[in-house]
């Protein structure tokens, strides 16, 4: 709108725009408000119970935490779960969503067993899973029954002593359990790509690998996005899976946090802890958010 | 027979407690109903509690104890950390909505710390002739003259096996009477009877392995908790530890409740909390026994734990909070809570005998505990204040990093015992029993 409409207009009487504007953030305002006292605030109550003791600004809270025995190995092992669970997670989910959206028969009923995991909490699923790897568990009995392990012999898939093995099992509950969400967004993604492209695809006489790599997955990048974004957070936060199944022997970030909190009784350390997952967790989706669409605006 | 080991117990824990030889005389019990009967009109009571947190036993507090006393009880359970949460905040915002608090001895200094609580000096002289163990009132103090908290009941860990493990018993040997070498010979030979090992500790998150490093291991074998923290004799002492360890199930790492290990035939021979080991004796009391923890070179190192009651500042409901208590320490309310928890009075009510088999088992092996002649009662740490949880966490450190870490022993005790010593410092904590006492604050012998 030129200069010249705006002038012509009566004085005192809001433009349509500046109209719009204002019941654009009337309808904004109580979602933001809504995230400010329930988000962000506490986001800044968290960071500065961090950094601030009775006497003033401190860094005694975050050497703490850098200093104590558990920090390195929980975010080393924080590290190797998201490294080793969200490339699997994707290539299973990816997988699903094909098979799904493959309109065979019967694929409604696949839909729903894929989704089952989204109902099942964390902890439930944490528990599910050390029945499963319990020195007396369904994994042994199954070895044993099998003949691959001499009866009355135990593997102790759980034991502190191997710590790679015990992570390994972490890995397997938590792609058991997350994959789904994965899953559903990949779904939702490939629903809505236009069934045109791939036939169009057919029609030059594209192979199923080349219609995969080269018009799924490009018209897919928003969706794998989110779903990256979301799993990536989430997978910071892990938490009772690890606690259900390891009992704790595996550390990691906000297992230090309630340790801090709830045992040690200190909400500075612990504080420090969840500050760190916060800050940890913008960096990655900042990357993500750059990097997936930097490669979309060079298309 | 049975009730006169409750009264053994009783009467034991009081003379150790009181450290004296001189044994108090029995108590007749005071008039629950009386108290009951003219309570019933002080209002609504809402007890806050970090225990009888199970649904189960929640059902049982409340009809075997709150509803015979005859006074409105609102009984809200609470994890320990949220417990504290709300009692601190509810005492800083001035809006105190409970009456009467139950929690464990280690959850009130942080409350005392917030101001959270009310001056109980005079419902304490109030209630002397209820017959609590002078100790345990002490205990009740906090460290300070007043008193803070009035003890409600007591419980202790033990040893448990399952009957297959006794065939492997050395012969010759009293599982009642048991040394740590002789432990150590018969987990090695149930061990390897069995193909595996056998014992179990509650190592995992949720476990109270601390519990059993500080009253159990350091008392048998330093003769203390704390000043014989990186003494040669500790070094020894996990020396040996690590021996045993062999014999413990590789799945330690994950366990909380040893009941449910011994339930699943995953370990024969355990230690752990009464409470914690109650469901197997309760579930198949022919297969397991229950016995004291064993005695090593200073003696039979055990610790009592200790819940007690006490009413938040500004609380709405004094009378009624006060009207409950007392009815909680008379004969019938101290029955009903163990018939209820299966935790042991504080006060010299016998316990009837139709009371739980897996109670009065857990009972015998508590007072011969108590009762042997080298016994060392280790009390929970005194005057810590909110440092409580690093001075538990000291002693877990210590265990990870000697035992699943296999880091040098003699480093990590000199580490750790630094961070002893520096918490006691911060806090000028004394030494309590069984160290002997301090002039001032307490000093690691180094």
Redesign the interface.
């Known amino acids: 709108m030129g200069p010249g409409a705006r002038r012509s207009r009566p004085q005192g009487r809001p433009s349509p725009m500046s109209r719009n504007n204002r019941i654009a953030l009337m309808l904004l305002a109580p979602s933001a408000l809504f995230l400010v006292i329930f988000f962000a605030w506490p986001m800044v109550q968290a960071i500065l119970l961090a950094v601030r003791d009775d006497d003033g600004f401190t860094l005694s809270y975050l050497n703490r935490m850098v200093d104590d025995?558990n920090f390195g190995p929980a975010l080393r092992n924080t590290a190797a779960i998201i490294i080793l669970v969200i490339p699997l997670q994707f290539i299973l989910a990816l997988i699903m969503a094909l098979v799904v959206s493959a309109k065979l028969r019967g694929s409604q009923t696949l839909l729903y067993i894929f989704a089952v995991p989204i109902a099942v909490s964390d902890l439930a699923a944490g528990i599910v899973w050390?029945s499963i790897f319990?020195?007396?568990g369904f994994l042994n009995t199954f070895l044993a029954n099998v003949g691959a392990v001499a009866a009355?012999?135990?593997v102790?898939w759980?034991?502190?002593?191997s710590e790679w093995r015990l992570l390994g099992t972490v890995v397997v509950a938590e792609v058991w359990r997350a994959t789904s969400i994965v899953f559903v967004i990949l779904l939702a993604g490939l629903q809505s790509i236009p069934e045109d492209y791939d036939e169009a695809a057919q029609v030059f006489g594209a192979s199923f690998w080349d219609r995969l790599w080269r018009v799924k997955l490009p018209l897919l990048r928003p969706s794998i996005q989110v779903a990256l974004i979301l799993r990536t957070i989430l997978a910071f936060q892990i938490f009772a899976v690890v606690?259900a199944?390891?009992?704790?022997?595996t550390r990691v970030l906000s297992?230090e946090a309630f340790?801090w909190?709830?045992?040690?009784?200190?909400e500075h350390v612990a504080a420090a802890y969840a500050a760190l997952i916060l800050v940890i967790s913008m960096v990655v989706a900042w990357i993500y958010l750059r990097t997936i669409r930097t490669q979309e605006r060079q298309q | 027979m049975k009730k006169r080991r409750w009264v053994a117990l009783l009467a034991l824990l009081t003379m150790i407690a009181a450290g004296c030889g001189d044994g108090e005389t029995e108590g007749t019990g005071d008039t629950g109903t009386t108290e009951a009967s003219d309570a019933v009109d002080v209002g609504t009571v809402v007890v806050f509690s970090t225990q009888a947190n199970p649904p189960e036993e929640q059902d049982a507090i409340i009809s075997n104890v709150f509803e015979p006393s005859g006074i409105d009880v609102e009984f809200i359970p609470e994890q320990?950390?949220p417990f504290?949460d709300r009692t601190l905040a509810e005492a800083q915002a001035g809006d105190v909505q409970t009456d009467l608090l139950m929690a464990l001895h280690g959850t009130y200094p942080?409350l005392l710390a917030g101001e959270a609580l009310m001056d109980l000096s005079d419902v304490a002289a109030d209630l002397a002739d209820v017959g609590i163990a002078e100790d345990f009132m002490e205990l009740g103090k906090l460290g300070t003259d007043q008193q803070w908290y009035i003890p409600v009941f007591q419980a202790t860990y033990m040893m448990a096996a399952h009957q297959d493990a006794m065939a492997y018993l050395p012969d010759g040997v009293d599982v009642n009477a048991l040394t740590y070498d002789q432990l150590l010979e018969w987990a090695a030979a149930a061990s390897e009877g069995e193909?595996?090992p056998v014992l179990g500790f509650p190592?995992?998150?949720?476990?109270l392995m601390h519990r059993f490093l500080q009253g159990y291991l350091y008392p048998s074998f330093t003769g203390g908790m704390v000043t014989g923290f990186d003494s040669p004799e500790a070094v020894d002492m996990w020396t040996y530890f690590s021996e045993l360890w062999q014999h413990v199930?590789?799945?330690a790492?994950?366990?909380?409740f040893m009941q449910e290990q011994l339930l699943?035939?995953?370990v024969l021979i355990a230690f752990d909390h009464q409470a914690r080991l109650v469901d197997a004796l309760d579930q198949s009391p022919d297969d397991f026994v229950v016995f004291p923890a064993p005695t090593g070179p200073a003696g039979l190192g055990f610790m009592p734990v200790l819940v007690g009651l006490a009413i938040p500042e500004g609380a709405a409901n004094v009378d009624g909070a006060v009207a409950l208590m007392e009815y909680l320490l008379s004969d019938e309310g101290q029955i009903g809570l163990t018939q209820a928890i299966g935790f042991f009075p504080v006060t010299e009510a016998e316990v009837p005998s139709d009371v739980g088999a897996a109670i009065q088992a857990e009972a015998t092996a508590a007072a011969d505990q108590t009762a042997a002649p080298d016994a060392l009662p280790s009390l929970l740490p005194v005057g810590l204040g909110?440092?409580?949880?690093?001075f538990?966490?000291v002693y877990r450190?210590a265990f990870l990093?000697i035992i699943?870490d296999q880091e040098d022993i003699a480093t990590v005790l000199s580490a750790e015992g630094d961070r002893v010593q520096e918490i006691l410092d911060s806090e000028e904590a004394p030494c309590w029993p069984p160290d002997p006492p301090s002039d001032g604050t307490c000093q690691l012998n180094r």
């Open positions: 025995r050390f319990n020195e007396s009355g012999e135990r102790f759980l034991s502190s002593a606690i199944l390891t009992g704790g022997a297992l340790t909190y709830r045992r040690l009784q200190n | 320990e950390g504290v942080s193909g595996r190592a995992g998150e949720e476990g199930s590789p799945q790492n994950t366990y909380a699943a035939g995953d909110d440092r409580g949880g690093e538990n966490e450190n990093r699943f």
